[in-house]
């Protein structure tokens, strides 16, 4: 019986408590992994052991995440690195991507990277393999044609071999991706029959540049078009080729469909709330400050809405989590619903919301916004079967008029509903002018 091979993991983090969370939901998915509490101590542990990931914390006191990725990559950088950043560190994962990092991973509050983190592994060792598969590949063409070829043969990627345009050859694996039973049913066509409409500019780009005898171009993601229609989302790869004495081009090709899937989930987790589908605080903050770049470009304003929704915690508290979670996805809907496509409604956390309405021309175009969603909120709600009654306290601030950043505008909005929660009758309040606040 064949030995099954564990994945061995170090992990460089300052953190203890943090350390051994991730140590131990790892370990839960078949990962054997170790710890090092700072970089120095990482990269001691690194010559006496083989690791085939290295997790690195960025911001570590001393001998930080990048200058962990610096001293590899000095070295050679042998083993795969991701580095683990906390939220609004974006700008220091690509520093990293650039130093030479597989891959990096956004640490949230709620440690929803966690659950991620193991498919984040998988991507980066797969594409270590696929790198090495690839290395052994380009010697064994210089080895032995005979044996360059079975390895093609063997590849679990598409390779495909075109003469004028017109595919000569492609392996068992790229026919299987194309939907073919045989390769012969893709002999002779043209290449860009596999390659979508709306890609075959790029394509043909690349063919030009190594039909000018460039020795490669870079991978680029395209789509291929199956046999049967349906379209895969795929990385190519191109070098200059001789076949049978022609100048040729071949081309290798994966199925990155679920590796795109997994991109595009991790990057709505980093942007959306994961309970209501609302803009979290990195997506409102961004939005608020285009508002404002063109707001001020334009000179027109805008309105900031701060929403806290009135006895919601009596419900969540009565009724359970369940019916409060149900209540807040219902909420949001009411909420978006009271506001055009163009303005947006995120959740800043528990039951606050903020609300950004662009382009308005007076502050009573704020106000009917704030009435509408006092009317939609204050309208009884029916969760699993409990009639629910809620309301809202909305401060109001405006742009110009009570500031020109994200902060400021923020804060009075915040200062303009909390004014109507100490005085218990919810509604709304422009901020500027506390003392006169409406309700329904």
């Known amino acids: 019986m064949a ?16 350390s051994a969370l991730l140590q131990k939901n790892l370990q839960r998915r078949g990962f054997l992994v170790d710890t090092a509490s700072n ?10 052991n083989c690791y085939d990931v290295l997790l690195v914390d960025y911001n570590m006191p001393f001998f930080g995440g990048i200058d962990v990725i610096r001293a590899l990559s000095s070295k050679g950088m042998p083993t795969p690195v991701i580095m683990v950043t906390g939220e609004g560190n974006e700008t220091v994962a690509a520093e990293s991507l650039k130093l030479g990092a597989s891959d990096y991973i956004v640490k949230d509050v709620e440690m929803r990277y966690l659950s991620l983190l193991p498919a984040v592994i998988d991507q980066v060792l797969y594409k270590q393999q696929l790198i090495k598969e690839r290395n052994q590949m ?6 032995s044609e005979e044996r360059y070829r079975r390895l093609v043969e063997l590849s679990p990627d598409g390779i495909t071999i075109h003469v004028d345009g017109r595919l000569v050859f492609i392996n068992p694996a790229g026919a299987c991706l194309l939907g073919a039973s ?4 893709l002999i002779g066509r043209s290449v860009f029959d596999i390659v979508h409409p709306d890609y075959r500019e790029i394509a043909d780009s690349q063919i030009r540049q190594l039909q000018r005898k460039t020795d490669r171009v870079p991978s680029v993601e395209e789509q291929f ?5 349906t379209v895969m989302e795929v990385e190519v790869s191109g070098v200059e080729f001789t076949y049978k004495g022609k100048p040729a081009v071949q081309t ?3 199925d990155i469909t679920e590796r795109k899937q997994v991109k595009q989930r991790l990057e709505h987790l980093a942007l959306y709330d994961t309970l209501t589908g609302l803009a979290n605080r990195t997506l409102f903050f961004d939005r608020m400050n285009q508002h404002l770049e063109l707001a001020k470009r334009n000179d027109y304003a805008l309105a900031l809405l701060y929403i806290d929704l009135d006895r919601f915690k009596v419900v969540n508290d009565m009724l359970g989590h369940e019916v409060g979670d149900l209540l807040l996805q219902e909420a949001s809907n009411r909420m978006v619903s009271c506001i055009r496509k163009v303005d947006t409604i995120a959740r800043m956390g528990g039951d606050e919301f903020v609300g950004i309405c662009g382009t308005i021309v007076a502050p009573e175009d704020a106000v009917v916004v704030a009435r509408k969603i006092l009317s939609a909120l204050t309208a009884p709600f029916c969760i699993q079967g409990h009639n629910c009654t809620i309301g809202a306290s909305i401060g109001i601030s405006l742009y110009p008029a009570d500031g020109d950043d994200v902060e400021t505008l923020l804060n009075k909005a915040d200062r303009a509903m909390y004014s109507l929660k100490e005085r218990g009758n919810g509604g709304y309040a422009l901020c500027g002018d506390l003392n006169d606040t409406a309700s329904h």
């Open 252 to 254: 290798i090709f994966r």
């Open 225 to 229: 078009v199956r046999l049967d229609g």
């Open 138 to 143: 380009q010697e064994a063409m210089l080895e």
């Open 39 to 48: 970089g120095e101590e990482g990269l001691s542990m690194l010559e006496n």
């Open 3 to 18: 030995d099954i091979r564990i994945t061995r993991i170090l992990y460089m983090e300052d953190n203890p408590g943090l």
């Open 182 to 185: 045989h390769a012969d049913q």
